[in-house]
């Protein structure tokens, strides 16, 4: 992490020596620069050079410490600033407090107090920096910038652990980013990928002993070197993960490098795509259904990566919107097919989600449904989902409160919505904060997140992909059109 550059408002030379001798001695910090008044401070940050911190007297001459933190913030949202006063100016320090200041320390200096708040100015800081270098990677993947890659990284090199679980990151990011604040963690095509210093691995194992499912993989990389090549490298990566990852193993692959990794499986049509065809072509649908349970067995037998399961699963669904028989749209089939594979532990339970799928499919070319049952059902769970936006209810247990199955939840999410549950769980989340937001645009971007059920960061990393803003941009929108 880089320093913290501190900008020193004092009209004493002494105490701003004392102070000068104070911040140099605290990790992390370095000084940017000492000004002798308010008037010297906004000319100096005016001028280009970059400030983290103020550290400034509450009383000077002419512009005093209070005007100094009101032009500060006009100028910069994100400076920090801590408040210097005489014992006797207590008041006048509650008041700084007052328009957000991080904090103030009373005259005459005490290092320990001193050392203890600029403790919590790097807390909050390295914290923030975190969140804004992983936002900048998570950017980076999704429009393939090179630049951001770099930015976000902090450098070309780095020791990287890519992790897949059944169920998907957004279940169990925020447990990483609470108890490994060192490391960078983003999310990249349903894989967690966690960035840290090159030959240093973090304790990333006292995290997942806890949080393992029947389907797990671990791939690490211990010294991972990008030059200008980092998009590739890190979608590879992916690719590689899923080409280990078998249904109902936990598996640990470790490289030294990247060059050790091994270039990608080659993927092979479904076999049974061409007799499929012609089944569809026949009307012939119990062909059809016994045919895919043939193949999942055959898969079982072979321990087939779920990289290939995907490929050939996303081949079969090509071939029923082929042959007309799709009762949605195919991308919303194709989404569907994609989340039984994302929940699945066991070659058996994936075989059931599809073929139940697929069964689905098939009796709905031929007949209508039940529309009151299915929309009592429907209307119940949209009440429930509104009433408690704060729960994240997952599909399992909104399926036991209604003892129907989660095929069956995903079918009339497709059919009413037309996108899956959790699509439109995540939409009425980003429509609700948004009125938050709107509402009362003095609000913290933390309690929003907390309001939705959805931690911080993951938080910020969805809205952004929903509005193509962050939260932060979007309450800045929100008070000026007010």
């Known amino acids: 992490m880089r320093r913290i ?22 990790e992390d910090f370095e000084v940017a620069g000492i000004c002798e008044s308010g008037e010297d401070a906004l000319k100096f ?14 009383r000077m001459a002419q512009m005093d410490g209070l005007e100094l933190l009101k032009a500060v913030r006009r100028m910069d949202q994100n400076i920090y600033m801590i408040i210097i006063s005489g014992y006797k100016m207590f008041e006048y320090a509650k008041e700084a407090i007052r328009l957000n200041i991080e904090d103030y320390i009373t005259k005459p200096i005490e290092p320990g107090e001193f050392s203890q708040v600029l403790g919590k100015v790097r807390k909050q800081f390295q914290e923030e920096e975190r969140l804004r270098r992983q936002d900048c990677l998570e950017k980076a993947l999704r429009y393939k910038s090179e630049k951001g890659f770099r930015e976000g990284l902090g450098g070309e090199e780095a020791g990287i652990m890519a992790i897949y679980m059944s169920g998907g990151p957004g279940e169990w990011i925020g447990q990483f980013n609470t108890e490994l604040p060192d490391i960078l963690s983003v999310t990249h095509r349903e894989i967690l990928l966690l960035f ?52 109902g193993k936990r598996i640990k692959k470790s490289y030294d490098s990247l060059e050790q990794i091994e270039g990608p499986v080659s993927v092979k049509e479904l076999p049974l795509s061409e007799k499929v065809r012609m089944n569809i072509r026949a009307q012939n649908w119990e062909e059809i259904l016994r045919g895919v349970r043939k193949q999942f067995e055959e898969w079982e037998g072979q321990e087939e990566s779920l990289y290939r399961m995907r490929y050939c699963l996303r081949e079969l669904g090509e071939v029923f919107r082929e042959g007309g028989i799709l009762s949605t749209e195919g ?65 399992s247990e909104i399926c036991q409160v209604y003892g129907v199955s989660q095929p069956y939840i995903r079918k009339i999410f497709r059919k009413y919505t037309h996108c899956t549950y959790s699509k439109y769980v995540s939409d009425k989340k980003i429509a609700f904060a948004k009125q938050l937001i709107e509402s009362n645009p003095d609000i913290l971007i933390k309690d929003v997140a907390e309001a939705v059920g959805v931690e911080t960061f993951y938080f910020s990393n969805i809205f952004s992909k929903s509005t193509g803003m962050t939260p932060s941009e979007y309450k800045i929108l929100s008070k000026e059109s007010k």
């Open 331 to 395: 991308e919303v089939f194709q989404e569907e097919i994609l989340d039984g594979i994302r929940y699945a532990d066991s070659y058996e339970e994936l075989r059931d989600s599809v073929l139940e799928l697929f069964r689905e499919q098939l009796a709905d070319s031929q007949r209508s449904r039940a529309e009151k049952k299915e929309m009592d059902i429907f209307s119940s769970i949209l009440s429930l989902i509104d009433r408690n936006m704060e729960k994240n209810y997952s599909l």
């Open 196 to 247: 840290y210093e090159a030959g240093k691995t973090p304790p990333v194992w006292k995290v997942l002993n806890r949080l393992w499912t029947k389907t797990c993989t671990v791939l690490e990389i211990k010294q991972a070197v990008f030059r200008g090549d980092g998009i590739r490298q890190v979608k590879r990566i992916c690719h590689k993960v899923q080409e280990l990852t078998v249904l």
């Open 5 to 26: 550059r501190a900008l020193i408002v004092e009209d004493e030379p002494p105490t701003a020596r004392f102070i000068k001798a104070l911040v140099e001695q605290e």
């Open 45 to 58: 940050l005016g001028s280009g050079c970059k400030a983290d911190l103020v550290l400034s007297d509450i």
